[in-house]
Each structure stands twice: as structure tokens, then as C-alpha cells.
Nanobody
Framework: VQLVESGGGLVQPGGSLRLSCATS????????MNWYRQAPGKEREWVSH????????NYADSVKGRFTISRDNSKNTVYLQMNSLKPEDTAMYSC??????WGKGTLVTVSS
């Protein structure tokens, strides 16, 4: 099982980024997927979940209305579209597959 995130970077407040998590080594279309984040000096925080089919999505209150999770089961990839970014969104963002599989993460820095 491999999870590889990409798309992070430096963005100004109010800006947007789209994160991707490319997966391999398992039947992607049968698993719900999650995004988590960990800010410097803070505990890891759950951000969003998407069901295996993509029909059901859930968000942390802190990102609801600004972030959108999606997936392309033909590409074995899950995405996180992040809009209206705030400095407090600065964190390492990681994707997660149930039963303990994590990517290494991609760093998002929101700063002017």
C-alpha cells in the first residue's frame, strides 16, 4: 500500500490549493479515505472523509464550506480542494486509508 500526497506549497491568505493523494497497492474503490493535518506543535487533526463511492463526504467544522474532498476511482486518487485559506490552515496534510495506512504528507503554508 502506498499513499503519495502532492500539491502543497506557500499561498497567501484567501488563496487556494488543490492537494492530491495518489494511491497504489490496494483496491482503491472499496475504501473510504481521509485527510488529516498537523500544525507545528499541535496534535493531528481530522479534516475530511469521503466514502468509497464518493457519495458521502464529511468535514471538520474548521474547514466546512471552504474545503472540498473528492476522488477519482479511475485514477486511484483522492483530492482536497482548499479555498479561502487562512494562516491557521498552515499544517502538514496527510491522506489516510483505514487500517493504519498514511502518506508522508505535503506541507501547506498560508502566509503573506
Amino acid at each position: 500500500v502506498q499513499l503519495v500526497e502532492s500539491g502543497g506549497g506557500l499561498v497567501q491568505p484567501g488563496g487556494s490549493l488543490r492537494l492530491s493523494c495518489a494511491t497504489s497497492g490496494f483496491t482503491f474503490s472499496t475504501y473510504g479515505m481521509n485527510w488529516y493535518r498537523q500544525a507545528p506543535g499541535k496534535e493531528r487533526e481530522w479534516v475530511s472523509h469521503i466514502s468509497a463511492s464518493g457519495a458521502v463526504t464529511n468535514y471538520a467544522d474548521s474547514v466546512k464550506g471552504r474545503f472540498t474532498i473528492s476522488r477519482d476511482n479511475s485514477k486511484n486518487t483522492v483530492y482536497l480542494q482548499m479555498n479561502s485559506l487562512k494562516p491557521e490552515d498552515t499544517a502538514m496534510y496527510s491522506c489516510h486509508r483505514p487500517l493504519g495506512y498514511w502518506g508522508k504528507g505535503t506541507l501547506v503554508t498560508v502566509s503573506s
